[in-house]
């Protein structure tokens, strides 16, 4: 029997949905298999602010995580355009740059030390004082003492990104299955296909599991083969006001405690987020919405007289080193695309690219790939499942 299907994507968020949609572009029968495609509200796509901010989010030792945002955020131009074209949706993608700014001096410190490190690196970030960050930024606090501009990040509206990946996966034929994967079927040890919840299986040449903060603990897979992948917990606040609070996105630190405010085109607000590893945990706490706003009204006054329109948790995928797992694995016929912990929506324009590169036929692309070989971690033990070990909890972005 022929398979009913080149790929099969386990997942249908941020991620799935673009790997998905690649292949279904080259021309690949293509089905998503995910209960609720773009809409779990626990899933990281679904809570995610949207940055696209590879510079004013990089850390000390973790360059390898920056090469692989700056290719991916430079792909975004393109990949938004075509996707519009593909589906009529306008993703509100916006190029105006971060403002990453300081509250105490030794905020100001960590800035001045980030500043040195992004020259060093020969990033497009410009240091300001505190009044020129006000002049850009005129809603900030007095008391904001300097900032740097990393002026080619950009930000972008996930939920009509998904949205938009959905529709042009419609009307490229690809099949979106509403049902949950309860295992692989497999021949002589590789992977065709899946079993599903509700009966039945898709045969396919090739299986790619996207399946975010529950990748590394999906029902019926071969432990060998399960990712190292974590759930991370994100406590996110939208609010709207009648008129534009900011005009670029606007990260912050307060006595090292991190905070982002993400504008939307239509005057929300999104607020962001907690890191805590609480494992499946997604109740949105009262000291998790407490702590955002603290921070965020020293940053920005304002933002207690806007209008509260949603609070959500969501979970990321975590992995041991914070860079993704995309490509092949040990298993002939599956290959992961998961493990994109702060970062899935800046790199699905890139992963869905690595996927489609299988054959390693662009040489920039195959040395992009090498960075998050799945092959890692092989022979790693899945991760503890939740609840069965000492819970770590950090309450804010510890970075
Ligand atoms: N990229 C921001 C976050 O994960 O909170």
Not at 158 to 167: I, K, Q, S
């Amino acid at each position: 029997m022929p398979d009913l299907f080149d790929l099969v994507v386990v997942g249908g968020g941020v991620i799935g949905l673009s790997v998905a949609w690649r292949a279904a572009g080259r021309g690949l029968r293509v089905a998503v298999v995910d209960p609720a495609p773009a809409t779990s509200r626990t899933a990281a796509s679904y809570a995610a602010a949207g940055m696209l901010a590879p510079v004013s989010e990089v850390t000390y030792t973790e360059e390898p995580l920056l090469r692989l945002g700056l290719a991916s955020l430079e792909r975004w131009p393109a990949f938004a355009a075509e996707l519009t074209r593909a589906s009529g949706h306008d993703l509100d993608l916006r190029a105006d740059g971060t403002l990453d700014v300081a509250f105490g001096s030794d905020d100001l410190a960590a800035l001045d030390d980030l500043a040195a490190f992004t020259a060093s690196l020969g990033l497009p970030a410009e240091r300001l004082t505190g009044r020129e960050c006000r002049r850009l930024e005129p809603m900030l606090a007095p008391s904001v003492r300097g900032g740097m501009l990393a002026g080619g990040d950009s930000w972008v509206d996930p939920r009509r990104v998904t949205a938009a990946l959905l529709a042009a996966l419609g009307r490229a034929g690809a099949t979106l299955v509403p049902d949950r994967v309860t295992g692989l079927l497999t021949d002589s040890g590789a992977a065709r296909g899946v079993r599903l919840a509700g009966g039945g299986g898709l045969s396919a040449g090739r299986v790619v599991l996207a399946a975010g903060a529950w990748s590394g603990s999906l029902e019926g897979m071969p432990p060998e083969v399960l990712p190292p992948v974590r759930p991370v917990k994100g406590q996110i606040m939208r609010l709207r006001s009648p008129e534009p609070v900011l005009g670029r996105c606007v990260r912050g630190a307060v006595h090292g405690s991190h905070v982002y405010l993400v504008p939307r085109g239509d005057g929300g607000l999104v607020l962001g987020a907690t890191q805590e590893e609480l494992g499946f945990d997604t109740r949105v706490t009262a000291g998790g919405l407490w702590e955002l706003l603290r921070d965020a009204r020293e940053l920005v006054p304002g933002v207690t007289e806007l209008e509260v329109t949603e609070t959500i948790a969501g979970l990321r995928p975590g992995s041991p080193d914070n860079l993704p797992l995309v490509g092949p694995t040990i298993m002939p016929g599956l290959d992961l695309a998961t493990g994109h912990h702060r970062g899935g929506v800046l790199l699905a324009p890139l992963t869905a690219d690595l996927c489609a590169n299988g054959d390693g036929a662009d040489p920039v692309l195959a040395d992009l790939a090498g960075l998050c070989s799945p092959l890692r971690f092989a022979g790693a033990a899945p991760p503890r499942p939740p609840g069965t070990g000492p819970v770590e909890n950090t309450p804010r972005e510890q970075r």
